[in-house]
């Protein structure tokens, strides 16, 4: 079983930029496939990204296409969100999550494990 941590959530206004981190402890960090997602008041959980466990892949939602890039850094246990030309439509509990595969996409149902989250508020 892993275990994940999500850290650099806060304010920030729109147009800004906030990169969050999500550290894995537990199991060896290279059997996971991970991504994002996020979650606003009174909304369903939505996908943001995905990468696979060699770094070799990415997918990502439309709706953050060219302003948002996953990455990982697999000696330190940690896959990160870069997230650039924030909108207040990103405004949301961003979470972790992973999975024992190379890659498991899109769907949340794919990713057993799950961090808390970390609140990210973007102002107008």
């Known amino acids: 079983q892993v275990q994940l941590v999500e850290s650099g959530g806060g304010l920030v206004q729109a147009g800004g930029s906030m990169r969050l981190s999500c550290v894995a402890s537990g199991r060896t960090f290279t059997f996971y496939a991970m991504a994002w997602f996020r979650q606003a008041p009174g909304e369903e959980r939505e996908f943001v990204a995905a990468i696979d466990r060699s770094a070799g892949t990415t997918d990502y939602a439309d709706s953050v296409k060219g302003r948002f890039t996953i990455s990982r850094d697999n000696a330190k246990n940690t896959v990160y969100l870069q997230m650039n030309s924030l909108k207040p439509e990103d405004t949301g509990v961003y979470s972790c999550?992973?999975?024992?595969?190379?890659?498991?996409?899109?769907?949340?149902?794919?990713?057993?494990?799950w961090g808390q989250g970390t609140q990210v508020t973007v102002s107008s």
């Open positions: 999550a992973a999975g024992v595969a190379a890659w498991l996409g899109s769907a949340y149902r794919n990713y057993p494990y």
